[in-house]
T-cell receptor, first 113, second 111 residues
Framework: NAGVTQTPKFQVLKTGQSMTLQCAQD?????MYWYRQDPGMGLRLIYY???????DKGEVPNGYNVSRLNKREFSLRLESAAPSQTSVYFC????????????FGPGTRLTVL | RKEVEQDPGPFNVPEGATVAFNCTYS??????FFWYRQDCRKEPKLLMS???SGNEDGRFTAQLNRASQYISLLIRDSKLSDSATYLC????????????FGTGTRLKVLA
């Protein structure tokens, strides 16, 4: 099983450019999450999707949009990238409350110049 | 004050030592507790869940103290391979289900 996959692994953008981070899971989980991780800040939830067809804002949603394309896929879009969005982005999936563990993808390292 | 707090460390310990980390949480509605391990430039991975009665997995022991609102992780006989950042995570279900991570405690095991 691949678990949670993310593409791309690395990306460099210029301020104002847009891009979409892709995430897919093959564990048949209902819930999917997007986090960003910055030094000293820990993992901060950007958006989550409790089930196919629903999305909700997390702690730091400004500047991002998401799409739950189907049960497997959950994408994160930066419409106009800013240097403050330089971070490592992790996608995760889980099946609360039945199974509380979150499974993470390998991450995308994004630099915005 | 953050809802879940950890000492960032680093904790530098010699091989074979015993080391313990605490993680405090402020919301009494927190219901489930976990320790994750994160290696440098990698994703977090579940190390162990923390049960009310405490639980042990080899050299690792996790405990929950609801009265004082903290969880702990004890690592015995530290190995070089234990060097990583240890994140605690808490789930609270007041209103909506919410998964909250601490910022992590960095451990370096020295030869």
């Amino acid at each position: 099983n691949a678990g949670v996959t993310q593409t791309p692994k690395f990306q460099v953008l210029k301020t104002g450019q847009s891009m979409t981070l892709q995430c897919a899971q093959d564990m048949n989980h209902n819930s999917m999450y997007w986090y960003r991780q910055d030094p000293g800040m820990g993992l901060r939830l950007i958006y989550y999707s409790a089930s196919e067809g629903t999305t909700d804002k997390g702690e730091v949603p400004n500047g991002y949009n998401v799409s739950r394309l189907n049960k497997r896929e959950f994408s994160l879009r930066l419409e106009s990238a800013a240097p403050s969005q330089t971070s490592v982005y992790f996608c995760a999936s889980g099946d609360p409350p039945v199974a509380d563990t979150q499974y993470f993808g390998p991450g995308t390292r994004l630099t915005v110049l | 004050r953050k809802e879940v707090e950890q000492d960032p460390g680093p904790f530098n310990v010699p091989e074979g030592a015993t080391v313990a980390f605490n993680c405090t949480y402020s919301n009494s509605a927190s219901q489930s507790f976990f320790w994750y391990r994160q290696d440098c430039r990698k994703e977090p991975k579940l190390l162990m869940s923390v049960y009310s009665s405490g639980n042990e997995d080899g050299r690792f022991t996790a405990q929950l103290n609801r009265a004082s609102q903290y969880i702990s992780l004890l690592i015995r006989d530290s190995k070089l391979s234990d060097s990583a950042t240890y994140l605690c995570a808490v789930i609270r279900t007041s209103g909506t289900y919410k998964y909250i991570f601490g910022t992590g405690t960095r451990l370096k095991v020295l030869a």
